[in-house]
């Protein structure tokens, strides 16, 4: 992996280049994750708390047309809408963030390949940046990953300091990237770099996955599920704000009389209509059932199919929670509850 | 083409008994009017639902007309009592969220008041014509048309 | 507490002692007026004679300016006055179309037309509670007859008391330990303007209403207008004059009486102006001055 | 589904400024529309034909027909659907004539317009359901409420018909207001002679159920189906027992208490009474509010004197349950009290005037009493502060009526009449006295009316003032009458020894809630309502109640007499038949889906929701949802536009119906 | 605060209540989350502070606590008016609930962050239910609490200072931040429909698509369905991950409704529903 370093200022230049070259740039902002207009607004705080909601709508929008429909008399038109090829450039993601798209890449080259996600994941180069920000809710450590992985990441920062970052080129596409913008590099110091990530407070890591995972399987009727159910409000936030949840709904909407088209909605497993059948029946008809799929799903049935875990630990879900509740909190008893 | 002189578009939701009723009194009348209005009719302003309006504007609508009885006619007792006060509500909350009042028109036209009727028909359509198209909210219906 | 202030012309005049009274009694319960700078005359009854529109914009043009001033509420002490005001608002609220041209007329927008008061209003609003809580003086051997004349509660619905048998007036006497009386020309006209011009006119027509008074008890006359109370102090000569066995009977301003209650001294309140000399049978707890 | 568009060219109606054939070619390209044509009269019998001959070769199950409006021939046209063996039901029109033709000319334009109105009716077409008309059977029984000449009109009709009655009267007597008038306009025949016979053929008549001093409490169910709760309150007196002999009365020792609400309070009754000699029935009742038993527990005097055994202080309330068809409101007026504000009204009432405050200062009815032969003084005049005979009456009219500012609006109907009545009554027993009435003007529309009035004013030389009077006073033991002649243009002042004041009749205080006990419309008055002021004057809009009498607007005994009548002639059309059929346009609830939030019940104008539990299958109560009472509900819909999560739906103008409505707008 | 354990503790011993809704600390000490408590145990764990956030009103229609039987419920004077409206809406029968009312010194406008002035939550200034109007038991002592300045007020005049088409502009753009994950329909006591109109398909009057003409209706619709119903507890808006200012329609709605109707939500148990009433002299000037 090669290495190098940038100054904020050539940062800056790099970026308004991409802009000028018409290369969409993705950043997080106060209000989430944003496209920027201008460089100035790029983020370069690893210290800075995750925003509430992740990047997963630029590569799995929240809402997209699948397909345009025209009816006539006794026939139907279909009309397949195009995914536009351009390069966004995610910048400054948290490492649990960057390793989303890998984590989704999975479920949506499962065994249909859905063309809407991998244009857009092709077509995105990550630029990730170590974190240095843990509250109550972090926890990618416990889930395999770490503040200063560079992993999913296609080029990856690290600050040295104010106005200095060691730069990781870590893929091809990372490379191409840069590759028309060299002159803004210099030289790497990998030894500095290391020395900043070994400095870098790592969160605790609470719970076991294997052990957790192993429980979930022996205890789908456990007791324990209600207690959460009956706190759970049955939002879905979680889901929405979450970096790897994925599940969607599709509806069809008429544009008018004779034409409309049909959506990919994002959808959440913790409301009482994910499951309910068109006969009025609904497997799922508590909350604890619910709650209990979401646990279920992030850490057994996706590792199972995938191996991976379906959870960054990025804490997002439970900081936003109306109700505070925690899945770290959750899946550290889970783990108790597998110890004993 | 088909659509000469259709613009804007207006739709109505009238009540059976004295609106729609008024209307058929205009025609018996022979009172011309603006032929831009199409005229949705139910048994009682009670039924319009604020969604209705909504969806109006949704399919592209430029102006919303809203019409029934007279209070104290209404066929039905009191739907037009409660349906005044779903729209005291509403109307506000649509010029609080900047829908221009000029689009959504409330009248009351009673069954014996065809002249009233065409009146009204008129004046909104002409002030709806002024308005122009309905823009703003073309624009939020336009996200995601076809593009393949 | 602040309330806006117009105090017509006779306040300045004719009805000095109106004036002098409501300010001394406000010191001791602690309201501030604040005078509608630059206010003009209401027009009276000469412009709505004359004017319909003219009558409408003078009221208007104080109304703005109480407005432009940040007033909320204003205290009209004159009844004329106060009906001008009253009127006018309530037209100009109602009539949209009017009030746009006497917009124009007066160069000034008008939006929020302040509260007016009366003087009853106006110590409706201050509290008669605060006036029983300063009370000095005990007035409970004066049997007040409350005189509101032709123009403190009409027309009718610009006011909240009952435009032809009013009793808000009373509540405020009697909460400056006042008896009442119960009477037949509470609303009844005094002759008003009349006074110079026909002063035989308004010598009958005060006669009338003093007789009545006195007739269902009376010792006392409290009004509220600056007009009534010339014609009933100053034309009881007069009517002695030509009805010799006419008994004279004192006339006092609401805010007199008021003073009186709160231990102000005859001087003080100005009462030591008025035509008619009396004395009133009350005791006061404080030292009468001896000039008094 | 396979639907047919017929487009009708009206003869030239339509077919002049809409191209017909356009439409239907239009028209046959929306889908699901498998046939459509157009013809010169699609409402006569070949046209018709068309229609089902259609139906038949193509197996349509659904029709629309551009025509004239839905009012004029949509039951035409359905019932050529029925006999071609589709539904009546899938059949919708679209307004073609009235709303296209009829109103523009820019045939471009008008047919651009009818296709689109055909489309509205081809997708509401499409979604709409095949209905069934409800059939509902008929009690043919009649309730009654009030007592008064128009509800015994009303009774004694439907009975002599042959159909039972239960007339329910709140006080002890029926008899009403009319058993309280001296003599009648313009015949001036006595009251109380022309009323009396009536009340006792009630009374004795073997198809009516008389209730009196009974309320109706509750009225469920709905037209033909009725079931009425009444109160019965407790007279403390066994009917079946007391013979009416009065001697309970005789021996009470409380005599002076009461005040006799029969004489309008001039004079006083005892604590055990019937309201006046000729009561029916016959039974006295026991004022439980001044009668020292009640009160302390020591007196029983009527107890011991009554040889019957009859005085039952132990009785109470009782609820009693009637199965009803229709219903006939016949509650009468109240006399509006011009001393204090009416509470909970904006009314200002007329102090000025000192009724309340001037014993001598009376109204109409206590004046009514006065002139009546069994009244107070027994018909002689005399006032009631000294009992002097007055010299000189003030009568003043339009108290409280016709005066927005300080009354109501309206007209009271009967003052201008029974005040020239009494003017003239006055005058022929106090020959010399003055008799003075202050009018705005008179209104004397009625047989022999005007006639009466100008006998009043020509030959018994009743005085009339054109205009009002502004105050009254009293001065030495006369009354001072100020008020203007706006004829002569000058103030007149009258020192009167009696004031009697037409004041406004007003609809009883407890109208409104029993209007909403039984679910019928009134107006702001608190009058009730009538479906149709021209066409169907005496019914409410809620089918089955009906209207009569002076609860309906202020009217006089033979205009009460009449409408009586009628309401009794339309309960009896209603027992012409066993069963009712009504439209099905009505609402139903989906259970799964409904929250219990009863926003509907709130709206509904005919409580035609209920409240129904849900229990699963073990029976374990699960929630309250709402259920809709097929047979009251009148299809209006509020409720299901008030329905947030649209769990109540409106058959035949459902969600999907008007959504398909409003999508197909292009 | 012995008090509320006291309280709670007694309600559990003596059977009254199956379960108190109440509050515990979470994490750092400047957040709580709900808990029921079923054992008397349970209670100690009870805290009240500036930090108790949540309206526990919302738990009262839910069939997974109605299952417990009857529950008591902590309720701040916002979170009481909730449970009135629940109580005049039909979906809570006074009977049912015991609600341990809080003399409440106000909360903040979000966890993890200091409860002074600059923080009080909107609602908290000019609040004159502190102590709440409904509730069976009372506890906590009312103390002084921070003023500060109506942020939301402000931005509510900010708005209606604007012209329509610059209103619409505002709104379309917080609008077009919504999601759809429906955390402020879920988070609002007021939102109890067994399927809200948004889930209903035939016909889908609300688009459930994060469109711009979705999150148009949706957001307008779900402030007209509250219209006069809610009682500004403000958890749609600390629910939404998206920092859509809801309570800019919420609370304008109770203005119109205060203004037009003199109508406070969740002030009677027995009054009429605002929606559901009518007035004869209701003001109809708009309509022509």
């Given amino acids: 992996m090669e290495e190098k370093i940038i100054s904020k200022e050539n940062l800056l230049k790099l970026c308004s280049d991409l802009l000028k070259n018409n290369v969409d740039i993705v950043t997080p902002g106060e209000k989430g994750y944003i496209k920027i207009k201008n460089e100035s607004e790029i983020s370069l705080n690893s210290k800075s708390k995750h925003t509430k909601a992740s990047f997963k709508e630029y590569v799995f929008p929240k809402s997209e047309p699948i397909i345009y429909y025209k009816k006539n008399q006794s026939d139907v038109e279909i009309i397949e809408p195009k995914v536009e090829e351009k390069t966004t450039v995610i910048f400054g993601a948290k490492p649990c963030d960057v390793r989303s798209i890998s984590i989704l890449s999975k479920i949506f080259n499962w065994d249909y390949k859905d063309e809407f996600f991998n244009v857009r994941s092709r077509n995105t180069v990550l630029i990730g940046m170590m974190c240095e920000y843990a509250d109550e809710f972090c926890f990618c450590t416990s889930v395999n990953l770490s503040p200063t992985s560079s992993d999913g990441s296609d080029v990856f920062l690290v600050p040295h300091d104010e106005n200095t970052f060691g730069v990781k080129i870590v893929t091809e596409k990372g490379a191409d990237l840069l590759k028309p913008y060299e002159n803004y590099l210099s030289a790497g110091n990998s030894e500095k770099t290391k020395a900043i990530e070994a400095s870098v407070k790592q969160p605790e890591k609470v719970f076991d996955a294997e052990k957790v995972r192993q429980w979930i399987s022996g205890n789908f009727e456990n007791d324990y599920w209600n207690s959460i159910g009956k706190m759970c409000l049955g939002c879905a936030q979680c889901a929405f704000v979450c970096p790897v949840c994925h599940c969607f709904d599709i509806v069809d909407e008429d544009y008018n009389y004779y034409e409309g088209r049909r959506m990919k909605n994002w959808d959440g497993c913790q409301f009482d209509m994910f499951t309910k059948h068109a006969s009025g029946h609904n497997p799922r008809d508590d909350q604890s059932k619910r709650y209990r799929q979401r646990i279920s799903h992030k850490f057994k049935y996706y590792p199972d199919k995938f191996e991976e875990i379906l959870c960054t630990g990025c804490g997002r879900c439970s900081r936003g929670c109306p109700v505070t509740i925690d899945i770290k909190g959750i899946v550290t008893e889970i783990n108790e509850l597998a110890i004993k | 083409m088909e659509n000469k002189n259709q613009d804007p578009k207006i739709v109505a939701f009238v009540c059976n008994w004295c609106t729609y009723t008024g209307a058929d009194l205009a025609g018996t009348s022979r009172l011309k009017y603006q032929p831009n209005v199409r005229m949705i009719k139910l048994p009682c302003t009670g039924r319009i639902d604020p969604v209705f309006i909504i969806k109006a504007f949704e399919k592209g609508a430029d102006g919303v007309l809203v019409s029934g009885c007279h209070p104290g006619d209404c066929h039905y007792n009191a739907g037009n009592y409660h349906a005044r006060r779903r729209w005291i509500m509403f109307h506000k909350l649509l010029d609080y969220l900047g829908i221009d009042e000029s689009r959504l028109h409330f009248s009351w036209v009673s069954a014996s008041e065809g002249k009233k009727f065409v009146d009204v028909v008129n004046a909104f359509t002409n002030k709806v014509k002024a308005k122009g198209p309905f823009k703003k909210y073309e624009n939020i219906n336009k996200e995601f048309v076809i593009n393949g | 507490m602040q309330i806006g202030y117009y105090p017509g012309c006779s306040q300045e005049g004719t009805a000095k002692e109106y004036d002098k009274s409501l300010r001394e009694i406000l010191k001791i319960l602690n309201v501030d007026l604040t005078e509608i700078d630059d206010w003009s005359c209401c027009g009276a009854t000469s412009a709505h004679v004359t004017s319909h529109k003219l009558s409408l914009a003078l009221s208007a043009r104080n109304l703005a300016l109480a407005e432009k001033q940040g007033m909320k509420e204003i205290f009209a002490p004159c009844a004329a006055c106060y009906n001008r005001l009253a009127s006018s608002k309530t037209e100009l609220q109602n009539h949209q179309e009017q009030k746009y041209e006497i917009e124009t007329i007066i160069e000034e927008k008008i939006n929020n037309i302040p509260e007016i008061y009366n003087i009853v209003n106006f110590f409706q609003k201050v509290g008669k509670e605060k006036i029983t809580e300063k009370k000095k003086t005990d007035l409970k051997n004066l049997k007040a007859a409350c005189y509101y004349g032709c123009l403190l509660v009409r027309p009718n619905g610009i006011n909240t008391d009952d435009s032809e048998q009013p009793d808000s007036m009373e509540e405020i006497v009697k909460a400056t330990g006042a008896q009442t009386v119960d009477w037949n020309f509470k609303l009844e006209c005094c002759g008003a303007a009349h006074s110079i011009a026909r002063t035989d006119i308004v010598v009958d027509l005060s006669k009338k209403i003093l007789d009545d008074a006195q007739k269902h008890g009376a010792n006392v006359m409290i009004v509220a207008c600056p007009m009534c109370h010339s014609n009933l102090d100053m034309r009881q000569k007069n009517i002695k004059s030509k009805f010799s066995d006419y008994k004279v009977i004192p006339v006092l301003y609401l805010s007199e009486l008021i003073g009186l209650a709160l231990g102000l001294s005859k001087k003080e309140l100005g009462i030591d102006t008025h035509f008619i000399e009396f004395d009133l049978p009350i005791k006061n707890n404080v030292q009468e001055e001896v000039s008094a | ?666 | 605060m012995d008090d509320i354990k006291t309280v709670a503790k007694e309600l559990l011993t003596s059977g009254k209540v199956n379960a108190v809704i109440g509050y515990i600390r979470y994490g750092n000490d400047k957040r709580t989350k709900p808990f029921i408590a079923q054992k008397p145990e349970d209670v100690d764990k009870f805290v009240i502070n500036n930090f108790i956030l949540n309206n526990l009103a919302v738990y009262l229609t839910r069939k997974e606590v109605s299952k417990l039987g009857k529950v008591a419920v902590i309720a701040k004077g916002c979170d009481a008016k909730a449970i009135t409206a629940l109580i005049q809406e039909n979906q809570i029968k006074k009977e049912d609930i015991h609600v341990i009312g809080i003399n409440c010194n106000g909360v903040t406008k979000d966890f993890d962050i200091d409860f002074n002035s600059e923080n009080i939550a909107g609602k908290c200034l000019n609040c004159d239910v502190r102590t709440p109007k409904l509730c069976d038991s009372l506890v906590g002592a009312l103390a002084d609490i921070p003023s500060g300045e109506d942020l939301k007020l402000k931005m509510i005049r900010g708005v209606e200072a604007k012209n329509a088409e610059e209103r619409w502009d505002y709104f379309e753009d917080e609008f077009n931040k919504c999601i759809k994950c429906y955390a402020c329909r879920q988070a609002c006591p007021l939102c109890y429909c067994e399927q809200c109109i948004v889930d209903k398909s035939i016909p889908r009057w609300i688009e459930s698509s994060a469109t711009k003409r979705g999150n148009f209706s949706w957001n307008l619709i779900r402030a007209f369905h509250l219209a006069g119903r809610c009682i500004g507890c403000n958890e749609c808006e600390r629910a939404c991950p998206m920092d859509i200012p809801l309570s800019l329609l919420n609370r304008k709605m109770a203005m119109i409704a205060k203004d037009e109707f003199n109508y406070d939500a969740g002030t009677d148990m027995n009054a009429p529903t605002l929606v559901g009433s009518y007035d004869l002299k209701d003001n109809e000037d708009f309509i022509e």
């Fill in chain 4, 1 to 666: 589904m396979k639907i047919g568009v017929f487009i009708c060219h009206c003869g030239e109606n339509i077919g002049r400024t809409v191209d017909c054939a356009r439409v239907s070619k239009a028209a046959g390209f929306f889908p699901n529309v498998v046939h459509s044509v157009d013809y010169k009269y699609m409402c006569s019998d070949p046209g018709q034909n068309i229609i089902k001959q259609a139906i038949k070769d193509l197996q349509l199950d659904g029709v629309v027909v551009g025509s004239c409006s839905p009012h004029m021939h949509e039951k035409t046209f359905r019932k050529a659907v029925a006999d071609a063996g589709v539904n009546p039901f899938l059949c919708e029109i679209a307004n073609l004539r009235e709303h296209v033709s009829w109103v523009h000319d820019d045939m471009d334009v008008a047919t651009d317009k009818a296709i689109d109105l055909v489309r509205f009716a081809v997708e509401k077409v499409k979604r709409n359901a095949p209905l069934k008309t409800i059939q509902v059977p008929v009690t043919k029984r009649t309730l009654v409420i009030g007592g008064g000449i128009s509800g015994i009109q009303a009774a004694l009709d439907v009975a002599n018909a042959g159909y039972e009655v239960v007339l329910v009267e709140k006080e002890p007597s029926i008899g009403g207001h009319m058993s309280q008038l001296s003599e009648t306009f313009p015949t001036l025949d006595c009251s109380q002679c022309i009323l009396t016979p009536r009340m006792v053929e009630v009374y004795q008549h073997p198809k009516i159920k008389l209730l009196t001093y009974s309320e109706v409490e509750k009225v469920e169910g709905f037209i033909g189906n009725f079931k009425v709760t009444i109160r019965k309150k407790a007279r403390k007196v066994d009917d079946t027992k007391c013979t009416g002999c009065g001697d309970c009365m005789q021996k009470c020792p409380i005599k002076k208490k009461a005040l006799s609400e029969f004489d309008e309070n001039l004079t006083t009754r005892s604590a055990i009474y019937v309201p006046f000699p000729q009561a029916v029935p016959n039974i006295p009742v026991i004022d439980t509010e001044v009668c020292t038993y009640f009160k302390n527990g020591k007196c029983s005097m009527c107890k011991k004197v009554c040889g019957r055994d009859a005085i039952f202080f132990e009785q109470e309330d009782q609820m009693l349950t009637e199965e009803i068809g229709a219903i006939i409101v016949a509650t009468g007026y109240k006399l509006y009290t011009i001393d204090k504000k009416p509470k909970n009204s904006e009314i200002k009432g007329y102090g000025e005037y000192g009724y309340g405050k001037y014993k001598d200062v009376i109204d109409g009815l206590q004046f009514e009493r006065i002139a009546s032969a069994s009244g107070p003084t027994s018909g002689e005049f005399k006032r009631p502060s000294d009992g002097k005979e007055p010299k000189k009456i003030v009568f003043i009219q339009c108290v409280g009526s016709r005066d927005e500012s300080k009354g109501f609006s309206y007209c009271s109907k009967i003052c201008c009449m029974y005040t020239a009545k009494h003017a003239m009554l006055y005058k022929h027993k106090v020959h010399d006295g003055e008799a003075y009435v202050f009018y705005m003007d008179i209104r004397s529309g009625g047989k022999m009316y005007d006639e009466f009035v100008r006998r009043a004013i020509e030959e018994d030389g009743v005085k009339y003032i054109r205009g009002r009077v502004s105050r009254i006073y009293e001065e030495n033991g006369k009354y001072i009458v100020k008020g203007e002649d706006t004829l002569a243009g000058v103030p007149v002042e009258i020192d009167a020894d009696m004031v009697v004041l037409a004041t406004a009749m007003i609809a009883q205080p407890e109208a409104s809630k029993l209007a909403q006990t039984i679910g019928i419309p009134y107006d702001k008055y608190g009058y009730f309502v009538e479906v149709h002021p021209k066409l169907r004057p005496v019914e409410s809009s809620s089918g089955g109640i009906f209207l009569a009498g002076a609860c309906h607007s202020p009217r006089d005994i033979p205009d009460s007499v009449a409408m009586a009548s009628a309401a009794a002639a339309k309960a009896m059309v209603l027992f012409g038949s066993d069963m009712l059929e009504r439209e099905p346009t009505i609402a139903l609830v989906n259970e799964n889906l409904c929250a219990g939030c009863f926003y509907c019940k709130k709206v509904c104008a005919y409580n035609a929701i209920e409240v129904k539990q849900i229990f699963d299958r073990q029976g374990n109560f699960v929630k309250e949802v709402a259920y809709v009472n097929s047979g009251l509900c009148q299809g209006c819909g509020t409720c299901n536009a008030t329905c947030p999560s649209k769990s109540i739906e409106l058959i035949g103008y459902t969600d999907e119906q008007i959504y398909a409505e409003i999508a197909a707008l292009m």
